[in-house]
């Protein structure tokens, strides 16, 4: 222990002030605290050259060997760090300064390029082209609107009034015509049409096979009825 000192004139050198100072003021157990300093000391997002700075600090008190050093500096490390000297094809050196080196270089190489995503502009992807009408999807105008997901008045289905217009005049003309509404021959009438009741396959193996029978009236495509009767 250092007396206290009782005047100043006690105080004969520069080495006697500063080994009171040091008694004084100075932490009793350095080491102690810094070997707790280096068990928090991790570098995170600092810089190498940073984290190296206070590294250094804390060596400078413990006074390890260059093998015990290496291995507390790679225990700071960022984890980035430890992934880039693990995959690298090359071995750690094994001599404190050149592994100080190598992670210095890792640590300005890894940054350069994390700033180089961060300035390189995202991609667009292209608009999809539509899908192409399947078989199962509705041939109908309104039911195609109303799955594109469109509100209010569906169009209207002009081919099918067309349609309904054209069969409902043919319907009229042979009815006046006194012949069959179905197939407009004047030989009988609707309800005794060859047509009605023969089978559609039979009906069309007739059609392609046999010729047509003559008839005053010209033999007209068969269409659907909009009306039953003659």
Known sequence: MVKPLRDTKDIKTIENLLKFLDMTYDDPDKKGTA???LAKLKQGNKEFASHFSEFQSIMAILQWDEKAKKAALYSTISDTIKDSLAASLYPVPEDYMSFVGLVQRLDQQLRARTEERRGKPQTHQAPRAPKPNTANESSN???????????GAAPVDLSAQRKSAEQQALFERRRAEGACTLCGDKTHWRRDCPRRHRRPIQAAAATTTTPAPTTTAPRITEVTDVQSGN
């Open 141 to 151: 105008p309104r039911d195609s609107w109303s799955n594109s997901g469109h509100t």
């Open 35 to 37: 070997e707790r300093e």
